[in-house]
């Protein structure tokens, strides 16, 4: 960590660069070190710890990747007293940072491998990082899948990566399904985990997958009929982390802490998955 003082529990200051609205509910956050550059340095699937005095803090994916070396980001769905504050920041706005917190996809291990990311609503966010690396280093992974759904056509967030950015990317396919049918979609319609059935992936790839608890235990479900693995099976808990630094509790799951464990966990490493976040 490379941050200005030792203290894990001591923010250093930066600046809001951008916010992007990515729904009526989510915003993606550019936050740069009040002198420019990055607060600090991390790896796909790390977390960071905002905060807004004296309204509070919260623990966050870093959406961006670390071959992004001007920013980071965050993609923050409104959901409480400290995203609601969140929301209402303005860009060049200050805020507190400290991190980056937990463990990270081991995409050393991934390599010379297919990938496949599921996702679900807000669950892109986490899995944004690690896409945006793989593809950043293409030639070290083989093909990629990414499976991605969401309430409405509406509520997808990241429609650049998704419309763009992805799409063109050589051996990248980007599957997307809403829940029901919308005026004006020509997409798929139905549930992820009906879907992920549907695509018949074969089981010789490694799976990322976030969202909805719900959401993954169905997938995981059809990954198993499909033939994969727990230990092809990747996915974060970082919703569960508070206090980032083992000190809280609030985190537990059986013998493991997210904050210290995780938040990112092989599924075989997991007696069970949270009911809920």
């Known amino acids: 960590m490379s941050c200005s003082h030792n203290d894990p529990l001591i923010p250093v200051v930066a600046i809001v660069d951008k916010i992007r609205v990515d729904t009526s509910d989510v915003k993606t956050f550019q936050v740069k070190q009040i002198q420019g550059g990055l607060p600090f340095t991390f790896k796909p699937g790390q977390c960071a710890m905002l905060s807004v005095p004296p309204v509070g803090e919260a ?17 923050i769905k409104n959901v409480g007293k400290v995203t609601a504050c ?41 899995l944004r990082s690690v896409i945006n690396y793989v593809l950043a280093h293409r030639s070290d992974y083989g093909k990629i899948d990414i499976v991605y759904g969401a309430r409405s056509p509406e509520d997808f967030v990241h429609r650049k990566d998704l419309a763009q950015n992805w799409v063109e990317a050589a051996g990248t396919a980007v599957h997307l399904t809403v829940d029901q049918q919308f005026p004006g979609w020509d997409g ?49 808990l970082e919703l569960k982390m508070k206090c980032g630094i083992g000190k809280c509790g609030r985190c537990n799951i059986g013998d493991k802490y997210v ?15 949270p009911d809920e976040y």
């Open 188 to 236: 798929h319609v139905g549930f992820v985990p009906q879907y992920i059935k549907d695509l018949n992936f074969t089981p010789d790839k490694v799976v990322l997958v976030c969202g909805p608890p719900i959401m993954i235990k169905f997938v995981l479900e059809v990954l198993e009929q499909l033939g994969f693995t727990p230990k092809q099976i990747y996915t974060t």
């Open 86 to 126: 969140l929301h209402q920041l303005e860009e060049g706005t200050e805020l507190g940072i400290r991190g980056p917190y937990g463990n990270n996809f081991p995409t050393e291990e991934f390599k010379n491998k297919d990938l496949l990311f599921i996702a679900g609503g807000i669950g892109l966010a986490p």
């Open 259 to 273: 904050c210290k464990d995780g938040p990112v966990f092989r599924c075989d490493q997991l007696e069970k998955l």
């Open 59 to 75: 623990i966050f994916s870093i959406t961006s990747s670390p071959t992004q070396q001007d920013y980071l980001e965050f993609s």
